[in-house]
């Protein structure tokens, strides 16, 4: 059994996923900007880099001890264990920054609405709690909520992924709620596609896709059309599917994808033509 090499574009890193070919035939950016202790940005797939998976999230990828991320220039460390970091009492490490502005971090004073409230981003009072961040909640809206702040996806309550914020942010990311379904392409708005978001879960994120279809070249997951994902070496477009109920077209087989420690992503997969496997 060969392995491939995958591109896939997301907000946390660039970097290759690896593919493990199944025997079996299947039928058939950085975000916006933030000011302050309350950003008000969505974390989307950065359409221009390629990446590794779990790239930027692992402990001790930022400024401070274990446990900690963040912008290396920052004024103190996102320490989702301790997020109280700042020297002074009420004081708590935020991210600031965003869009074209590379993300450091700051001690504010914190608020007292909770993980999920809604906040204002415009606000000029602090409004979320210590650890806690205001932000978009979910591409294309136009409510803001206090989300977790976090370094990795363990960081996160069960069923959420940390979704990093970009490279300036260096692992830095929110506690989020997978928007969508990759094999499905549920739950994304007209003209978005659902994009693989975090290889530890396999959880989704939509954003704008892109116009390439199977066998086209590209460089990120988002040059491809919703329901593609960028795969092989060289890089093209290929069809996402479940190893565990494939779909793929005759001629194609699911390849299970596997991340930077060798295992499997749950529930997904690429439809590679089977004359590469």
């Known amino acids: 059994m060969r392995e491939l090499r995958i591109g896939m574009c997301v907000a946390f890193g660039a970097a290759l996923l690896a593919v493990g070919c199944d025997n079996g035939n299947g039928g058939g950016t950085d975000s916006g900007t933030s000011s302050g202790h309350d950003g008000g940005s969505t974390p989307t797939p950065d359409s221009g880099s390629v990446m590794h998976a779990d790239s930027g999230m692992t402990p001790d990828s930022g400024s401070g001890g274990a446990g900690t991320c963040g912008p290396t220039d920052g004024a103190c460390a996102i320490n989702p264990a301790d997020p109280a970091t700042c ?6 490490c935020v991210l600031q920054g965003g869009g074209s502005m590379p993300w450091t971090t700051a001690c504010v004073a914190s608020g007292v609405k909770g993980e999920g409230d809604a906040c204002d981003p415009s606000a000029s009072t602090p409004q979320c709690d210590v650890g806690l961040e205001c932000f978009s909640h979910g591409s294309g809206s136009t409510t803001s909520v206090c989300q977790r702040l976090c370094c990795q996806s363990t960081d996160c309550m069960a069923g959420q992924f940390c979704q990093s914020l970009g490279d300036s942010a260096n692992g830095a990311g929110v506690c989020t709620d997978p928007e969508c379904d990759l094999i499905m392409q549920s739950g994304c708005a007209d003209g978005e596609g659902c994009y693989l978001a975090d290889p530890s879960t396999g959880s989704g994120v939509c954003a704008t896709a892109g116009t390439g279809g199977d066998g ?26 479940n190893p565990a109920s494939p779909t793929c077209d005759t001629g194609y087989n699911c390849a299970h994808l596997t991340n930077s420690s060798g295992d499997p992503i749950p529930g997904v997969g690429v439809c590679v033509p089977s004359s590469s496997m």
């Open 87 to 92: 020297s002074m009492a009420g004081m708590a």
């Open 216 to 241: 086209d070249s590209c460089s990120s997951a988002t040059d491809c059309q919703g329901g593609f994902g960028c795969a092989g070496s060289p890089a093209a477009c290929r069809a996402w599917c």
